[in-house]
Structure formats: structure tokens, C-alpha cells
């Protein structure tokens, strides 16, 4: 049913690319849908491009497993608005024809223009491409039971043909007909949540139909002889301890154990057996096995020796236990075990997440509520949250290992800044630590409520409308279906937290996992909206580079006039070609959370094109060079600063430490710095302009 679901929405959005595709004729046609989109349409159509997966998969999955701060995107991401509609929509509407360059370059007339807004479209689509096309893995990877690459793979053929057929009015349908539906399906699970409440008690089944209970981790008690540790399970050996250690206050905070113990197992029939792993019924064979696999009797009995890792925890009156965890290890042979069992598409990590105390005035579950008794339950001290966690570390076996636990978190704290922004110093934190975090904070939020006025994709939708007023009308319109989309997604993250229905490796599975806990076929549908999701953002992206490159680059590079026919080759050649590169930086990316990804596409987008549009609408000293200027080195400095955060430093497998760039979000540098440079560049150049001079000279003779 799931797939079957699945299919029917893709092929409904392949059937609107192909009808509406007819009617994209010639450069004007294909570019902007001939100026000729309903602004209502286009309002919705603003919705389904710009509600990317970040949006519907990010938030909902940061809202998840960090609580509100993971809301605090949704409001940097409509606030953004804001400034689309008082400043930017109708003169974007009135200066361009095909592309931003065409706005910026509307007073001068100058080839480099082109040339600079051309590669910032490119570089500016090609960041805020790569979570798409994560987000697109993450999602087809356990609906069809396919490796995350292929899920990458499926959906750029997908888009290639959506774009390269039908250019931007098959565009316009896709993403109005995702939109609607994004609203729509968003509002019933919400609904669904709200009937649902807060419980303790509520325990649903993973995977759909295979009847998996969710998992309980295991705690026993424990004790601890100097070093040596004492736990009551079979035959157990301590393999190794592993310790993070607090960097401000010098004390561990996480005490990991790997343990050899005995589990019980069933005898089936001579060298098949089968034993329950972490809530799992496997079936073992020590014939194709013997080399992982080890058994051993004990009074008669089969008992399998397994190796996981278990958190040791000391309570108030200070006693131990030992807390079960769940773990994926890559062994130097390149083998990959998932909780003591060698990876297969059986065994998998299990979900986690969940709620487990709410105020005694509500027993196990508050039942159906309402939309603010549902969070001020959330927010109550007395709700206890289980917050995924995660650690990575190398054995001394030489094996990587992650570890996954839940964190027990105060709903007081799960519901308030702090947990995924640090704005509160810690014990022990020296003051600068204090000032990065807030820096970084401040760096987000000012690239988010800066850098929706600013992208490609978003931009040229104001060409499809034709006029300015059109293009108000649709910029209210999106405003408010995507105002009550990010109140939805509030109710979506904290509803999965609640459910239970994490996956531990990623927050991107949060919301159709969430879906899945009512049912396969809401499962099916919201993952079905969250493919159509990708392909209607993915192909407004790959719209303007396609416009980029025809519309600005070619013509001014090879300084050559070319008919509409060969700019419509080109781009629909530049779609695939874009497409093809998305698709490898999707699967590069795949461990990073879709949401945090588009961050930087917005810091990129802020400091490389919105200072040159602002200046060049409102100070009359903009020069030509100032803005191409401002441009490259908008461009410049965000990338440099984003290549050399400590997130990417740790994805060069460095210390993250010990990265130049002390905070993640290069906006508060990057995007001032764009500013100042086109400001000192204008008044130099301003002084030398011919036609400064030629004024100069008339009022001299008058």
C-alpha cells in the first residue's frame, strides 16, 4: 500500500509537468512561464517552493529532538518574508525579465553584472540543492527499502525531467500543486497529534506492519569496586570503558561500558537458532555465521555471547546502573554490526524518543487536547522528555562507533532556548566560549530573516506574474500559507517526540515517521508530499541556474548574441548537468540535518545578493562595480567561512576545535562585510564615473 500510495503521487506530478509543459513556448515560456501565473497561483506556488524539506523535514526533526529551538528556524524563515514583501516583490517585478541579474543590472547596463549575479545564482542554488537532495534519501531509503543513494539518484532523474521537459510552467503547477497539498495533509496530522495528546502509556508499533513494539531499554543495577564493575548479567567480561569528558569543568559527563555477556537462545533445528536482541527476533545459523556468531551452553542450554555497549549512571542516593544503549560499529574490516548483529535489512536501529512522566494530574495521558494545553504540558517541570543523543567515538579495537541513548530533559528545558543553541553559559564555560555560542545564534537568525529575500529560486517566481501588483498579491498570499505551515510544524516535532517514532541516526525521518504511528497509509501520503516537496523546490533551483547560466553567463562570456532556441537548449543541457552534481553532493551529505544544510545556502544568499539589491534600490551612489564588488565577495567570504567552521572541519575528520572559523554561521561576518565593500567601492569608483563627470561638467557651464 505504501508504495503503491507513493507511486500514485509521483505520477500525478509527472502528469502535471507533462500538460503544463505544452504550453511553455519559446525563451519567454520556458525562463518565466510567459509572465502569465495567477498571482493566487503563484502565492500557493511561492508555498511549494519555498516549504523545502527543510521546512517539512528539518524543522519538524529539529523541533523533535531539540525541542524549541528547532522553532526558532521556522520563525528566522518566515520573518524573511517580511522584507520580500515590503521591499523586494514589486520592484523585482518592474526592473527584471528573466533573472536576478536582470534587477540588479536594471540602472547600468553593465556586462560583469551578469557575469557576478550569474556565478552567485549558481553557487547560492548549488548549497541550498544539497539538503534537498538529502532530504530525498533520507525519506525514499526506508519508504522503498533502497540505500540512501539511490533515493538521491531516483529523485534528480525525477526533477532532471521535470525541468529539462517543461521548464518553468511545468515548474509553477508541480510546486502549487505541492503546496496544497503541504498545507492540507499538514493540518490533519496536526490534528491527528492534538487528538492524540501527550502520554507516557502510548507505545506504537515500528516499521508498519511487522508488528515491532517499541523498545524499553534495559536497567540493572550495578556496582563499582575501584575500577572493576559489577553488573548482574551472564558471564560478563568488561571489554572497555569509554568517558567523555566536560571541557569547562574537567568532569565526565558519559560513561560508556562495552560489555561480553550470554543472552538466552532458542534451538530451532540443528545449527539454527533464535534469540531476542534489543526487542528484536533474530534467526541465526552457526553454519553461514560461525566466523560472528558464538555460542555456548550453559546447563544444557544455548546461550549466544553478544558485545554491546550500556551507560553508566549514578543516582542521587549514589548507587549505580547500568542503562542499555543501542550502537553502530564499522570494524576495521569494513563490516558494519547494529546492536551485536551484523547489518542487514532486518536488523536496523530502533526508534526512540518519548515521553516518560507528565504532571500526576493527567495519570499515563492527557487524551485529546487542544492545540495550547498541548504545550503547556510540554513546557510543564514535571514532563519529563526523552531527548535522542548520540556520541561517536573510536574503540580500541580500532572500530567507529556511535552510540545512541536517550537523555532524559525537564519539558522546561526541552521547551525553552538552549539545548541546540547554548545561550546560557554553563559551569565552568569561559566567557568567549559564552560569546561564540550567542555570535553563532545571532549569525543564523540574521541570515535567515536576510536570506529569503535573496534566493534564486524565490526570486524569479516574481517574473511569472504579470505585474507588480500581481506580485504583492502572491507575496501575501505565501506569507500566509506558509505562516500557518511553521505553527503546524511546532505541533508535528513535538507530536514526534511524543510518539516515540525517532530514528536515532537522523532527525530528517522525524515527521513521516510520526505519520507512520497512525497508520500506513497517512505514512504513504505524507511521504509521497514530502517526495513532491523535493521536486517542486529542487526544480525552482535548478529553474535558475538553468536561467543563470542561458540567460547571463553564456551571452556575456563568449560575447555573443544567441537565439531563444539556443538559450532554451542550454538550459534544459544545464539542468541535467546540475542536476548530476546535486545528486553526488547529496549522497556526500547525507548524515547532516536538511534544516542546518539550508542555513548556509541562506547565509551564502544573504551576503552575496541582498546587499546589492537593497543598495541598488535605495542609494542613488551604487555604482556597477560597487555591486559586482559586493557580489564575488559575498560569495567569497560566506564560502571560505563555511569551509573552514568546525562542522566542516569534523567532515574533514579534524578537530573541530582547532578550526579557524570559531562559529558555523558566517552571516554576522560575511554579510556587513558585503555591505561595507560595496559602500567603499561605490564612493571610489562614483568619483571616477564618466557620467559623475559628464554631470559635473554640465552644471560647471551652466
Known amino acids: 500500500m505504501t508504495v503503491i500510495v507513493f507511486i500514485i503521487f509521483v505520477g500525478i506530478v509527472l502528469a502535471i509537468s507533462t500538460y503544463a509543459s505544452r504550453k511553455a513556448r519559446g525563451v519567454g515560456g520556458y525562463f518565466v512561464a510567459n509572465s502569465s501565473i495567477n498571482w493566487g497561483v503563484n502565492g500557493i506556488a511561492f508555498a511549494g517552493s519555498y516549504l523545502s524539506v527543510a521546512s517539512f523535514l528539518g524543522i519538524c526533526g529539529l523541533i523533535a529532538f531539540f525541542g524549541f529551538d528547532g522553532f526558532l528556524y521556522s520563525i528566522g524563515f518566515l520573518a524573511g518574508w517580511i522584507i520580500a514583501l515590503f521591499v523586494i516583490a514589486e520592484p523585482m517585478k518592474r526592473m527584471g525579465t528573466f533573472t536576478f541579474s536582470d534587477a540588479l543590472n536594471h540602472r547600468f547596463n553593465h556586462r560583469g553584472i551578469h557575469l557576478a549575479a550569474g556565478i552567485s545564482v549558481l553557487v547560492v542554488s548549488l548549497f541550498y540543492l544539497v539538503p534537498q537532495m538529502v532530504g530525498a534519501g533520507v525519506l525514499i531509503e526506508p519508504l522503498l527499502g533502497i540505500p540512501h543513494y539511490w533515493g538521491v539518484i531516483i ?64 536497567e540493572i543495577s550495578a556496582e563499582l569496586a575501584g575500577e572493576i564493575l559489577l553488573v548482574g548479567l551472564v558471564d560478563a567480561q568488561v571489554i572497555e570503558r569509554y568517558a567523555t569528558i566536560d571541557s569547562n569543568t574537567g568532569m565526565e559527563n558519559l560513561v560508556l561500558y562495552h560489555i561480553s555477556h550470554l543472552i538466552p537462545a532458542t534451538q530451532l533445528e540443528e545449527n539454527q537458532y533464535s534469540v531476542n536482541i534489543k526487542g528484536r527476533n533474530l534467526e541465526l545459523s552457526t553454519l553461514e555465521r560461525d566466523s560472528f556468531w558464538q ?159 535573496a534566493l534564486p529560486h524565490i526570486l524569479i517566481r516574481y517574473y511569472t506574474v504579470p505585474d507588480p501588483d500581481a506580485a504583492r498579491k502572491s507575496t501575501i498570499v505565501a506569507i500566509i500559507g506558509i505562516g500557518l505551515f511553521y505553527i503546524f510544524t511546532m505541533y508535528l516535532g513535538v507530536g514526534a517526540i511524543n510518539s516515540g517514532a525517532l530514528n536515532p541516526e537522523t532527525s530528517n525521518m522525524s515527521a513521516p515517521l510520526l505519520a507512520r504511528s497512525f497508520g500506513e497509509i497517512l505514512f504513504a501520503m505524507i511521504s509521497g508530499i514530502a517526495f513532491t516537496t523535493v521536486l517542486a523546490t529542487v526544480s525552482g533551483l535548478i529553474m535558475a541556474a538553468s536561467g543563470a547560466v542561458a540567460h547571463d553567463l553564456m551571452s556575456n562570456i563568449s560575447r555573443h548574441t544567441f537565439s531563444d532556441k539556443t538559450k532554451v537548449l542550454v538550459g534544459r543541457i544545464v539542468a541535467v548537468v546540475f542536476g548530476m552534481i546535486g545528486v553526488i553532493l547529496g549522497i556526500f551529505f547525507r548524515e547532516m540535518n536538511v534544516s542546518f544544510l539550508v542555513g548556509w545556502a541562506f547565509a551564502v544568499a544573504a551576503s552575496a545578493n541582498l546587499p546589492a539589491l537593497v543598495m541598488m534600490l535605495f542609494w542613488k551612489k551604487t555604482t556597477a562595480k560597487g555591486i559586482i564588488a559586493s557580489v564575488l565577495v559575498g560569495i567569497l567570504s560566506s564560502v571560505t567561512l563555511i569551509l573552514l567552521s568546525p562542522d566542516m572541519w569534523a567532515r574533514y575528520g579534524l578537530n573541530p576545535a582547532n578550526a579557524p572559523m570559531p562559529i558555523n554561521q558566517p552571516g554576522i561576518v560575511s554579510i556587513p562585510l558585503s555591505f561595507a565593500v560595496l559602500v567603499v567601492v561605490s564612493l571610489i569608483t562614483g568619483k571616477k564615473s564618466p557620467e559623475t563627470t559628464k554631470k559635473l561638467e554640465v552644471k560647471q557651464s551652466a
Open 155 to 218: 529523485v534528480g532523474t525525477s526533477i532532471i525531467l521535470i525541468v529539462a521537459v517543461g521548464g518553468m510552467t511545468s515548474t509553477t503547477y508541480v510546486q502549487f500543486f505541492n503546496g496544497g497539498l503541504l498545507l492540507v495533509f499538514a493540518a490533519i496530522l496536526t490534528g491527528a497529534v492534538l487528538i492524540r495528546g501527550v502520554t507516557t502509556a502510548n507505545r506504537v508499533n515500528e516499521e508498519g506492519s511487522t508488528d515491532l513494539k517499541n523498545f524499553h531499554y534495559q
Open 295 to 453: 555460542l555456548e551452553q550453559i546447563d544444557g542450554l544455548p546461550y549466544l555471547r553478544i558485545q554491546d555497549w550500556w551507560r553508566l549512571i549514578q543516582g542521587e542516593d549514589g548507587t549505580y546502573r547500568l542503562i542499555e544503549t543501542q550502537f553502530r560499529a564499522v570494524r576495521s574490516d569494513g563490516e558494519v554490526v547494529i546492536n551485536s548483529a551484523p547489518e542487514e535489512s532486518s536488523v536496523r536501529l530502533r526508534q526512540v524518543g518519548g515521553i516518560s512522566s507528565i504532571p500526576a494530574i493527567h495519570g499515563q495521558g492527557t487524551g485529546a487536547v487542544g492545540p495550547l494545553k498541548m504545550l503547556s504540558v510540554m513546557v510543564d517541570p514535571e514532563t519529563t522528555v526523552l531527548q535522542p543523543k548520540s556520541v561517536h567515538f573510536t574503540s580500541t579495537a580500532g572500530d567507529r562507533i556511535t552510540v545512541f541513548y536517550n537523555q532524559p530533559v525537564s519539558g522546561s528545558v526541552f521547551m525553552r532556548p538552549g539545548l541546540l543553541f547554548p545561550l546560557e553559559a554553563k559551569d565552568g564555560e569561559p566567557a568567549a566560549t559564552t560569546l561564540l555560542n550567542r555570535l553563532n545564534f545571532i549569525s543564523l537568525m540574521l541570515a535567515l530573516f536576510l536570506g529569503t529575500a
